[in-house]
């Protein structure tokens, strides 16, 4: 057996095979969030203060957030803090998908802390954005660094009032005993809302891999009629290959109102816009089936494969933000694939309440889509001979 060359390779074989499969499992595992943008806004006046400078304790705490521990020991922080000058710009910014949260420090914060020793005190409060729809994972990891971040604040301020008022010997009324629980509170809201079906979240996701197995079928299927097709001309053969295209259209059509349809009434996910998405799908599965024709016209039926292995290594990336996976499968893998414009474009028209327009996702599929029918076509200046081989393996 030994002598056997295959049963010699099997070890290399199963080491590949060990490889393979953890190149696929390796981005979920061990998940790091690093460079996360949150804005932080500050606009605290402050308050004036006898004898004493102005006192602004929301700069203060901007400074505090801002000195992380990872800008000292040199490595990437979970969070990249952007200061935003007001609410106003904050709100255009979640809704332009910026940042996967947001703190607000409002006008009278100050004014209300320093009340936290008088007699009377009113508790100030901030207020925390999630951006849901941006990506679930990454606005919820946003969100509890940010809850984290108002609990550190509340034991930093309850020590030192409590210092004073010992300094002071002073007894504390019913109003400032209350107080110190939550010197500083926080009002948390959620902004462009993936609804209270969990399963709404993922539903870009959820949508991907139907259309895309779909897509590799039915351009397979296309592939094999056409290439069956008897064609002695390359003008003929032009005429075939244009009949490819149309038939991927109208399958394009039929794929992308039925999944919507599919996803809504029998699936139960929440469609805000039906015909708004339907037709995107329909771009989609287009762009998709022409990518995976042109590859075919080129290379056979072998060619999906291809397209086999982008399911199986591209899936598990889509359900992550780009700043949730390391810099080799962020640059050399997700950036490089056609599907993610796919999910980018169901999240604006699930979360956002935008419709379809010419914007980055739909622009991006149509690109591909034009290239690669290019493609298809010139596929006619092949040799006969590559032509003929690729009709007998079909």
Known sequence: ??????????????????F??????????????KNLP?????EDQGVEIPNQP?????????????????????????????????????????NDQNYYAALVIPKDFSAKQASLRTPTPTSPEVQIF???????????????????VVDNMNNNVRAQLL???KNQGATLTTEQASGLVTPIAKKVTNVNEIGTNSANGNAPISLFQPLWMASMASAAIIFMAVSKTASKTRKENLAVKLTQIVWGAVVAVIAGFGLTWLAGSMVGLHIPQFADTALFLTITFFSFFLLISAVMSWLGI??????????FFGAPLLALAPEMMSSFYRDWVYSWLPMRYMVEGLRELF????????????????????????????????????????????
């Open 163 to 165: 210092a004073g008022f």
């Open 351 to 394: 979360f956002f309440g935008k419709g379809i327009s010419w914007n980055h996702a739909v622009s991006s599929l149509t690109w591909i889509g034009l290239v690669s029918a290019v493609v298809i076509l010139a596929s006619v200046l092949k040799p006969r001979a590559v032509q003929e081989q690729q009709k007998l393996e079909v």
């Open 302 to 311: 072998k060619g999906i494969s291809l397209f086999a292995l982008m399911l």
């Open 20 to 33: 393979i499969f953890s190149l696929a499992l390796f981005p979920s595992v061990q998940v790091q969030p």
């Open 1 to 18: 057996m030994l002598k056997n060359k295959l049963a010699l390779l099997a070890p290399i074989i199963a080491f590949v095979v060990l």
């Open 38 to 42: 949150v804005a932080i806004v500050n």
């Open 54 to 94: 102005k006192m602004n304790m929301g700069q203060n705490i901007v400074d505090m957030i801002q000195k992380t521990p990872s800008s000292t020991t040199g490595e990437t922080p979970a969070v990249k803090w952007v200061t935003v000058n007001n609410i106003e710009d904050v709100q255009h910014g979640l």
């Open 130 to 148: 999630i951006n849901q729809g941006m990506n679930t994972a990454a606005s919820t990891m946003a969100g509890q660094i940010l809850n984290g």
